[in-house]
C-alpha cells in the first residue's frame, strides 16, 4: 500500500510497486519538496525512513511536475531494487511507449541513451529502443493531414483463458450482425469527410475472420471507397480455425496487403490449455493457405503463457521463424480485469522470462528481422515488453503510427477510440465508443457528432 501526497503520484508509485513481486504489503508513504531546482523526495517503507535529492533545471510547470513525477518514481524503484535485491529491464519506467520518450529526449537534447541509463533502463534496452527508433526511420511522420483508419470487430469464436479484449463470442451475439454491419457503413460513409490524407487501414478485432464471407464483404465494399490510394490495409484475420479460401479471395479482391495468422504458441499442449481450438499445425496449415496470394503475413507470440517453458517457446519462435511471415510480434504476457487467467492466477513473476525474451532477440535478429515497434502494458510478465519484428521493408505503418501517436486515428465500430492528434500542442483528443454491441448501435449517431467535435471533417472544405 502507498500513499503519496497527491493522488495523481500515489498512482504512479503503485506502478513502481507493482514490478516487484511481494511489494505490495508493504507500507509506504511518501512526501517530496521542490525548491528551486531542488527534488526532495522522502519514503517510510514499513517505519523506516528514507530520503533523496535530485537537481534538474526545468522551464514551466509541466516540465516541473514531470520531473516531480520521475525523480519520486525513480527514488522508490531504487529502494524497492536494493531490498529485493534485483534490478528491473526498463527500469523505474512504467509507461507504455517507452520509444515516445525516448523521440521526445532526442529532440530536446538530441540523444535518449543517457537519460534512459538514469531511469536504471538497461543496456539491452537501450539498445532496442535505438533499433526501434533507426526501423521506423521513413514511416516515423508528424503531418497533421494524415490518419489512420481503424475498424473493429469485436468478435471472436470462442474466449481465450489470458485474453482481455473486450470481444463478444459470434454465436452469442450474431443476431446483432446485420445492425453491426449496418452502423459500420454509416460510420464509414461518414468517414469519407473526416480523412484527408489516409495512412493504413486496419480490420482488427476480435477476430474478423470469424465473419461469413458475406458479411467480411460488406465491410470491405464499405471501406473500398475511403482506400483509393492503395495505401497499407491490415487485416487481423486472427485464429487459424476461421480461415477459409474464400475470404482469403475476398482480401485479394479489395486489395488487402497484410494479413495476421496468429499462433500465439505451436505447442497443443499450451494451445489447449490457454483454449485457442487450434493447433499448431492448423497454424502452418493457414499460412499454406495464404502463401499464394503474396499478402504480407504477420504471426503474434506470447512469451510466458502459463505452464510454457523455455524450450516450448524457443520452439514456437523457431516454427515462426521457419515459415518466414514478414512480420513477428512477440507479446510478453499480460494479465489485465477481464482475463479468465487472471482470476486464477496468483503472480506474473514467473521465471524464464527474461530468457525468453532474450532467445527471441537473438533468433529473430540471427534470421534476419529488426524491432521496428515496442509498447508495454501494466501487469507484464518480468516487467518485458511487447515488439514487433520485422523483414526489411516490411514494417506495418499503422502499428507504428498507434504506437507512436504521431498521427490521427479515425475508429468505427464498438469499443473503438478515434484519437485526434495535436503534436504541436502536445495534445491529443479520444472519442471511445461503447464496449457492448447494443449500447454502440444505440449510439452511433452521437458517436458522428462527438467526432466531428474533436476535429474530424474540420480539415475539408
Ligand atoms: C486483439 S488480439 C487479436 C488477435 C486475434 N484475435 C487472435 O487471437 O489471433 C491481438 C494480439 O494481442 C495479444 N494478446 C492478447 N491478449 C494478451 C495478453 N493477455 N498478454 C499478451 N498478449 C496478448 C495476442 O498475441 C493477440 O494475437
Ligand atoms: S486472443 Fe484473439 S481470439 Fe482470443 S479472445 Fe483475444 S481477440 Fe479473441
Redesign the pocket.
Known amino acids: 500500500m502507498v500513499t503519496s501526497a497527491t493522488e495523481s503520484l500515489t498512482c504512479e508509485l503503485m506502478d513502481v510497486v507493482r514490478l516487484f513481486e511481494g511489494a505490495s504489503a508493504l507500507g509506504i508513504s511518501h512526501t517530496f519538496a521542490v525548491r528551486g531546482e531542488e527534488f526532495y523526495n522522502r519514503f517510510i517503507i514499513d517505519g523506516e525512513e528514507f530520503a533523496f535529492t535530485d537537481w534538474e533545471r526545468y522551464a514551466g510547470e509541466t516540465e516541473k511536475k514531470s520531473l516531480v513525477k520521475r525523480f519520486a518514481k525513480l527514488g522508490l524503484y531504487k529502494l524497492l531494487a536494493k531490498r529485493y535485491k534485483k534490478t528491473l529491464p526498463w527500469g523505474s519506467l512504467t509507461g507504455i511507449r517507452p520509444t515516445r520518450l525516448a523521440y521526445q529526449n532526442l529532440e530536446k537534447k538530441g540523444e535518449f541513451e543517457e537519460f534512459f541509463r538514469t531511469l536504471g533502463v538497461s543496456e539491452e534496452n537501450i539498445a532496442l529502443t535505438k533499433r526501434v527508433i533507426a526501423g521506423q526511420r521513413g514511416i516515423y511522420e508528424k503531418n497533421p493531414d494524415n490518419c489512420d483508419l481503424f475498424v473493429s470487430l469485436p468478435f471472436?469464436p470462442t474466449k481465450?483463458v489470458?485474453?482481455?479484449?473486450i470481444?463478444a463470442p459470434i454465436a452469442a451475439t450474431h443476431g446483432y450482425m446485420p445492425a453491426y454491419l449496418s452502423a459500420l457503413e454509416k460510420e464509414l460513409a461518414a468517414a469519407a469527410g473526416q480523412i484527408k490524407r489516409l495512412r493504413s487501414v486496419y480490420i482488427?478485432?476480435?477476430?474478423p475472420f470469424v465473419l461469413s464471407p458475406e458479411e467480411l464483404e460488406r465491410v470491405f465494399r464499405a471501406v473500398a471507397p475511403l482506400r483509393q490510394n492503395g495505401c497499407e490495409y491490415t487485416v487481423?484475420?486472427?485464429?487459424p480455425d476461421t480461415f477459409c479460401a474464400e475470404k482469403l479471395d475476398l482480401c485479394q479482391k479489395y486489395g488487402v496487403t497484410r494479413l495476421?495468422?496468429?499462433a500465439?504458441s505451436f505447442s497443443d499442449r499450451t494451445l489447449e490449455a490457454i483454449g485457442?481450438k487450434h493447433t499448431g499445425e492448423d497454424v502452418v496449415r493457414a499460412f499454406g493457405m495464404a502463401r499464394p496470394y503474396e499478402f504480407d503475413l504477420n504471426c503474434?507470440?506470447?512469451a510466458g503463457l502459463t505452464g510454457e517453458s523455455l524450450e516450448e517457446f524457443c520452439a514456437s519462435v523457431d516454427r515462426a521463424v521457419e515459415l518466414s511471415p514478414e512480420n513477428i510480434?512477440v507479446?510478453?504476457?499480460?494479465?489485465?480485469k477481464g482475463?479468465r487467467?487472471k482470476e486464477e492466477t496468483e503472480s506474473l513473476f514467473e521465471g524464464g522470462m527474461s530468457e525468453m525474451i532474450a532467445y527471441s532477440r537473438k533468433k529473430l535478429t540471427a534470421a534476419g528481422y529488426e524491432p521496428y515497434y515496442l509498447y508495454r502494458?501494466k501487469y507484464?510478465a518480468g516487467s518485458h515488453e511487447?515488439v514487433g519484428w520485422t523483414k526489411a521493408g516490411k514494417a506495418c505503418v499503422y502499428n507504428v503510427d498507434v504506437m507512436e501517436e504521431t498521427c490521427d486515428n479515425l475508429a468505427v465500430g464498438a469499443n473503438a477510440i478515434s484519437k485526434k492528434i495535436f503534436s504541436a500542442e502536445g495534445r491529443i483528443e479520444r472519442v471511445g465508443s461503447p464496449k457492448d454491441i447494443p449500447t454502440y448501435l444505440a449510439k452511433v449517431d452521437k458517436l458522428l457528432a462527438e467526432k466531428e467535435k474533436i476535429g474530424f471533417g474540420e480539415t475539408l472544405c
Do not use: P, V, W
Not at 204 to 207: A, F, P, S, V, Y
Not at 236 to 239: D, K, L, N, T
Not at 331 to 336: F, I, N
Open positions: 471472436c481465450c489470458y485474453c482481455s479484449f470481444t482488427g478485432g476480435g477476430t487481423e484475420a486472427g485464429r495476421c495468422i496468429n500465439q485457442r503474434d507470440l506470447i510480434t507479446h510478453t504476457l499480460c494479465l489485465k482475463a487467467l502494458q507484464m511487447n
